[in-house]
Every structure is written in structure tokens, then in C-alpha cells.
């Protein structure tokens, strides 16, 4: 994992180089360098891959929700795996993701099975301020408390749009959801305390988080809420890698294993 989060931080800072020079205006260049950015993905970061060739039925039969879509990695790869009727609701809060993101979704073809939403989710329906890094383009954060007394240069903060994944079931009428993945920096037991409702509607969906203990911190929130708010709802959590899918017997077990990286991801099943 520490070779990961290493290539990570190499990738970022080439892409930020690559960004201030002005090139990735160009179309041709822009999507080149996203391909090769999936392409690193699939080969060296991402697990859910090991989840889709193994464990595809866990995305079927339902609706999919990428909660924090950034420009769309993770969404068009379920699209590979999801039900031929079912579609993938995409949220990014960034505008600049956003973009990419729906530039990937008509690029590869997939505007009838993924629709993004330009609105950060949370514990609450209206809006919140939100911090744009311009040094980490996967690092943006929604603005709390706790986060405002780091010294968040204000420059870079903005008022999005925020909804539940309550709101947004009801809103839309969802009748199945298959699978929810959750990655917003941080923002995770927010989101949760959303989707009270949802989770008790549809007890069958698995729900995967990004577990970054010092992110939670970073926005006031104890990493072990988190983990209790599954394990007290009879939710089985196990940790996601690019080679398996291990139930982890103890919060301990978690905590040993996220020191490593700083994050990993976990799925949630009952």
C-alpha cells in the first residue's frame, strides 16, 4: 500500500505540472492523459476491479451511487458490471471533475447508464462550503469547523450545492440499489448519517468507504464512529485490496492495517 499512495503522490504532482502549463486544454492531449491516469488506476490502485471479476453479483440487480465520482474512474467501471436496466448516479461537488467527468461519460459512451450531479452529499439538504486543493486534484474537501482551524486558504473555498442520499432516493424514486461507494475525503460519516433511511429501505446493498483515519479527523469526526455506525446496523465490514476481500474480526485489525497507507477501503455487507 505504501508503493500505492508513493505513485499517487507522483501521478498528482505530474498532473498538476502537466496542468499549469495550459496543454490539457487541448482535447486531444486532455484525453490521452486521462486514459493513461485510468490505465494506472486499473493497474496499481484500484481494488474494485478484484471486486467486479470476483464479486459482480454485489453490483447487480439495483441502482449504483458513486458518492465523490472526481472525473469518473470508478463510475465507468461499474458501468461494465451494473444491470443492463440499472443506472449509476455520479456525485462530484468539483467543478473542473465535474467536467472531465461528463466529458468521460460522452466519450465513452455511457450518458444512458451514468448521470452525474454536480452537488456535494451529506448529512444535510441545502449547501456547504467547499474546499477546492490545488495542490491534490483527488484531495478536495468539504469545509467544516474543525477543518476552518487548519488555516484553509479562503481563496479556495466556495459554496456547492449539498443533498442527501435520503433526499435524493426520494427525490427520484429509486425502488433497488445494488451498491453505494463512498470516497469524499473525510466527509464519509456525514454522508452515512444521510442515508439512515436508504440503508434501512434497501438492508441488502453494500456500502464501500474509503477509511482514512487522519482525514476524519482532519473534519472533526473519530474514525471509530464510523466504523460503529456500520457494526451497530449488523453490517459484516470487510477490507478491500487489489487481491482480496478480508473480513476484518475487529476494529484493531482496521486501524493496523490503515496505518500502512493512511486509507483503505472497506466494504460494508449484511
Known sequence: MTH???????????????RS???LQFSWFRRAFISLYFLYKRLYEDPYW????????????GDILDIGANIGYTACLFAKVASPSARIYAFEPDQESYNTLIEEIGRRHLSRIVEPFPVAVGSTVGSVEFWHNKEHSADHRVVTAKFKESGVPSENVECVAAITVDEFVRVHGLQRIAFVKIDVQGYELAVCEGMRQTLEQFPKAPVSIEYSPDSLRDLGQEPS??????????????VLTRSSLELAS???MIERLSKSSGYIDLVCVK
Open 21 to 23: 502549463t495550459g496543454i
Open 50 to 61: 478484484y471486486l467486479i471479476k470476483h464479486r459482480p453479483e454485489l453490483f447487480r440487480n
Open 4 to 18: 500505492g499512495k508513493n505513485s499517487v503522490a507522483v501521478l498528482t504532482r505530474t498532473y498538476n505540472l502537466v
Open 250 to 252: 475487529d476494529d484493531q
Open 225 to 238: 464512529e464510523l466504523l460503529h455506525f456500520f457494526r451497530s446496523r449488523k453490517y459484516r465490514v470487510y
